[in-house]
């Protein structure tokens, strides 16, 4: 059984920053690897949208709402990923959910509020 468990939502000012972290723990001893590693967002109301991802390699991709002011990392030796946000904005309130796509198969976290006060 894998499970994913962010930290590092809160309450931020407009143009300020956070950086929310993903950790993955395995309970059963086996081959376990990570692929792709992915950020997503929920805002009331709204689907669900990717945010970012980053390959096993450390390629990342970003959706253009956040390009040039977030950026994803990862570690895999110690099976976690990054999510460095800056120049917030009140559209960028939101429940943020790691995802992963692992040899036991996809896993989400349970998600993280970021709310970006105006």
């Known amino acids: 059984q894998v499970q994913l468990v962010e930290s590092g939502g809160g309450l931020v000012q407009a143009g300020g920053s956070l950086t929310l972290s993903c950790a993955a723990s395995v309970s059963i001893f086996s081959l376990f690897s990570i692929d792709f590693m992915r950020w997503y967002r929920q805002a009331p109301g709204q689907q669900r949208e990717l945010v970012a991802s980053?390959?096993?390699?450390?390629?990342?991709a970003y959706a253009d709402s956040v390009k040039g002011r977030f950026a994803i990392s990862r570690d895999n030796d110690k099976n976690t990923v990054s999510l460095q946000m800056n120049n917030l904005k009140p559209e960028d309130t939101a429940v943020y959910y790691c995802n992963a796509d692992t040899s036991l198969g996809q896993v989400w976290g349970r998600g993280t509020q970021v709310t970006v006060s105006s």
């Open positions: 980053v390959s096993r390699r450390g390629r990342p």
